[in-house]
C-alpha cells in the first residue's frame, strides 16, 4: 500500500491518481476529511492528519510499502529553516515509528548545497536527515516549477511577463505532472538504499522563452519585465509575503541567476519528463478564464 501526502496539491494529486488508475493500493493524507471524500470515491483509503502530528502520522502511515512526502510552505512559520527542520524531523519519526519500506521525498535542484539557496535549504537539511533512515530513500530533486510562471500572469493584459530571473539564461525547469507521474514509477517499482533523481522537463527553458510562449497562446505580444534582485525584497513584502521569506526567495533568486542552484550530477540519476512548457502555461492560462 502506498500513502501519498499533498494530494490537494500540484504532484500528490497526480501521484495517488497514477497508482489508483494501475489499480495499486492508496492512501491519500489530508488535513480536512472533506478533502478526502472525492480520493474515497475513487477506492483510496483516507487518513485525516497533519504532517505535524507524529502520533497521527505515524498510524496513517503503518503498513506502507512507500510513501510520497513533501515540505509543503508554510508562510507562518517565522524562522522558516528552524521550523521546517522540526517538521522534517516529526515526518522522519513517523516513518521510522510506522515501519516504512520506501519513502520518495520531493527535494529541489539545488539541494545539495548547504546554503545560498533560500527555501532549498530546508529539503537540503530534509535529504541529509532522511537519508539516516532505516528505509530505502528516493529523493526527486525537482527543477524550477513551470508552474512558478503563474504567478506572473497578473501582468498579462499589460503584456509584461515580470521576473527576477535573469532573461537569457537557460535553467531546467519541470512541470508538476513530470514529478507525481516520476514519484508513482518511483513508488511502485520500490526503492533500493539512498537514490537521487534529478528531473527536468524535455528542455532547459529561459524566461524570454516564457514570454515568447505566452504571446503565442495568447496570440499578444508579451515581453519579458526584468526586475533587478534588489528589488525583490521589497515587493515580495509589498505583495503580503512575510520578510524571512521574501528573503530566502530572494536568496534562491540570486543562486539560479549565477549558477548556484542547478543539478549536481554525479550519481544522481537524471531524468526528463515530457510534459512542455506550453503545456502547463496553457492549462494556467485557462484557468484564469
Ligand atoms: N516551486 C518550485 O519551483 C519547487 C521546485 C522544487 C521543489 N519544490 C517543492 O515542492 C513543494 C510543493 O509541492 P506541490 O506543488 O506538490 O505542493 P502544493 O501544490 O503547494 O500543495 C501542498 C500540499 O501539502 C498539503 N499540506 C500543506 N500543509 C500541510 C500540513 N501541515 N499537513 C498536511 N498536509 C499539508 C496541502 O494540503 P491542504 O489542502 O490541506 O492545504 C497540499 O496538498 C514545495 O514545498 C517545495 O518543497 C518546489
Same mark, same amino acid.
Given at each position: ?8 496539491? +500540484? ?5 495517488a491518481?497514477t #497508482? ?11 488535513r480536512?476529511?472533506a ?11 483516507v487518513?485525516?492528519?497533519d504532517?505535524?502530528?507524529v ?18 510552505p508554510n508562510?507562518?512559520?517565522q ?14 519519526e ?28 530546508a529539503?537540503h537539511d530534509?535529504?541529509k536527515i ?5 528505509? +530505502?530513500?528516493t529523493?526527486?530533486?525537482?527543477a524550477?516549477?513551470?508552474e512558478?510562471?503563474? +504567478?506572473?500572469?497578473?501582468? !498579462?493584459?499589460a ?5 527576477f530571473?535573469r532573461p ?7 512541470a508538476?505532472?513530470?514529478?507525481? #507521474? ?5 513508488l511502485?517499482e520500490?526503492g533500493?538504499g539512498r537514490?537521487?533523481?534529478? #528531473?527536468e522537463?524535455?528542455q532547459?527553458?529561459?524566461? +524570454?522563452?516564457?514570454?515568447?510562449a ?9 515581453s ?6 534588489d528589488?525583490?525584497?521589497?515587493a515580495l513584502?509589498?505583495?503580503g ?8 526567495y530572494?536568496e534562491?533568486?540570486?543562486g539560479?541567476n ?6 549536481e ?6 531524468v526528463r ?9 496553457e492549462?494556467? !492560462?485557462?484557468?484564469?478564464?
Amino acid at each position: 500500500m502506498f500513502v501519498i501526502a499533498g494530494v490537494t496539491g +500540484n504532484t500528490g494529486k497526480v501521484a495517488a491518481e497514477t #497508482l489508483l488508475s494501475q489499480g495499486k493500493p492508496v492512501r491519500v493524507l489530508v488535513r480536512d476529511a472533506a478533502k478526502g471524500e472525492s480520493w474515497k470515491k475513487r477506492g483510496a483509503e483516507v487518513a485525516v492528519t497533519d504532517l505535524d502530528d507524529v502520533e497521527a502520522l505515524t498510524k496513517a502511515l503503518k503498513g506502507a510499502d512507500g510513501a510520497y512526502l513533501l515540505l509543503p510552505p508554510n508562510f507562518a512559520f517565522q524562522n522558516p529553516r528552524a521550523d521546517n527542520g522540526k517538521r522534517t524531523r516529526a515526518l522522519f519519526e513517523a516513518t521510522e515509528k510506522a515501519g516504512v519500506r520506501h519513502i520518495v521525498f520531493l527535494s529541489s535542484v539545488g539541494a545539495q548545497h548547504e546554503a545560498g539557496t533560500g527555501p532549498i535549504g530546508a529539503v537540503h537539511d530534509a535529504e541529509k536527515i532522511f537519508s539516516a533512515s532505516k528505509a +530505502n530513500v528516493t529523493f526527486i530533486r525537482a527543477a524550477y516549477f513551470m508552474e512558478n510562471a503563474g +504567478n506572473s500572469l497578473y501582468a !498579462l493584459d499589460a503584456g509584461a511577463y515580470p521576473t527576477f530571473l535573469r532573461p537569457d539564461l537557460k535553467v531546467p525547469m519541470v512541470a508538476t505532472r513530470d514529478i507525481g #507521474l516520476v514519484a508513482a514509477k518511483a513508488l511502485a517499482e520500490g526503492g533500493k538504499g539512498r537514490t537521487v533523481i534529478e #528531473l527536468e522537463g524535455p528542455q532547459e527553458y529561459d524566461q +524570454n522563452d516564457v514570454a515568447a510562449a505566452l504571446s503565442r497562446l495568447t496570440k499578444k505580444k508579451v515581453s519579458v519585465q526584468h526586475g533587478p534582485e534588489d528589488a525583490m525584497v521589497p515587493a515580495l513584502t509589498g505583495a503580503g509575503f512575510p520578510q524571512p521569506w521574501a528573503e530566502l526567495y530572494r536568496e534562491m533568486t540570486h543562486g539560479v541567476n549565477t549558477g548556484h542552484v542547478t543539478f549536481e550530477g554525479g550519481a544522481a540519476q537524471h531524468v526528463r519528463g515530457t510534459t512542455t512548457l506550453e503545456t502547463v502555461l496553457e492549462g494556467l !492560462l485557462a484557468a484564469r478564464k
